[in-house]
């Protein structure tokens, strides 16, 4: 019998520039606005050394169970674990929501990863407050970049993908091209990178839920980048930064009622 499996997606975020402070001052090359602009090209600089926060004042209704992060350590960082911890404040006290433990990299050349906490159920803020707090190493070259944080409410659709979907983290990334002498003989190879490819393609989806749900989300993805996790209950590590190619129309379906949602994305993983 085939298997569907129910992607996971985050777009909508909490912690907006507009709601947000620093408990340190910003380095203005990499202010902190480039870690909430959904762009994978900018940096934003956390520091110094020790513990600093992001506190984001929000709705004390508003219901949150993902944490993403998207970080860049340099090279040869040595050094304890890199912390990124989520808080919540109640009743004047802040508790700690989820936890993304980041080890120090000894590798040659900066290690770029990313990383999704999917709580078991929603949780709100009392006093309307979050905080997204650092632990940096007191060690040489302990810098932490963070490409982009995410503290929201992740979407499911009502049916899943059917179990043809590619994995977005098994995806070939290079192409390769032979090249041939005369007589027939192999004489090398070229080998080109390319862009990860993907698409979410849902069928049977509900009037209602395409119109309160997906529609929204259409209306974010036509101009910025979203979280996607193919299947995060049995592969949480298999997370990608995507981004729509085009975002195609829902179109009616049968039975009577429902409705089919598809939409094409590129794919930075890890």
């Excluded at 590619?166 to 004489?187: E, R, V």
Aim: proline share 7%; with cysteine.
């Amino acid at each position: 019998m085939l298997q569907q499996t129910r992607p996971t997606i985050l777009y909508d975020n909490l912690v907006k520039l507009t709601n947000s402070t620093l408990s340190f001052f910003e380095i203005t090359a990499h202010p902190l606005a480039n870690a909430l602009d959904w762009a994978d090209y900018t940096r934003f600089l956390v520091g110094p050394a020790g513990i600093s926060y992001i506190t984001s004042v929000i709705d004390s209704s508003a219901l949150f169970d993902c944490f993403y992060v998207f970080y860049e350590i340099p090279a040869f960082s040595n050094g304890t674990n890199y912390k990124v911890i989520l808080k919540k404040k109640d009743g004047g006290l802040y508790s700690t929501v989820a936890t993304i433990n980041i080890p120090a990299w000894e590798g040659k050349v900066p290690d770029t990863t990313m990383q999704l906490i999917k709580l078991p159920v929603p949780v709100t803020s009392g006093d309307g407050e979050i905080r997204v707090e650092f632990s940096i190493p007191a060690s040489p070259n302990n810098n932490l970049y963070i490409k982009q944080i995410v503290v929201g409410k992740c979407f499911q659709p009502e049916l899943g993908q059917w179990s043809g979907v590619a994995p977005s983290d098994l995806q070939q990334q290079f192409t390769a091209y032979n090249n041939i002498s005369i007589n027939g003989s192999i004489l090398g190879r070229t080998v080109t990178r390319i862009e990860k490819q993907g698409a979410i393609s849902l069928s049977l989806c509900s009037q209602e839920w395409i119109r309160d749900v997906w529609y929204p989300f259409l209306q974010h993805a036509i101009r910025k980048a979203f979280i996607y996790s193919w299947n995060h209950e049995k592969y949480p590590e298999a997370v990608a930064f995507a981004s729509a190619t085009s975002t195609p129309s829902p179109t009616n379906s049968s039975p009577p009622g429902k409705m089919d949602a598809s939409l094409p994305m590129k794919l930075i993983t890890n």
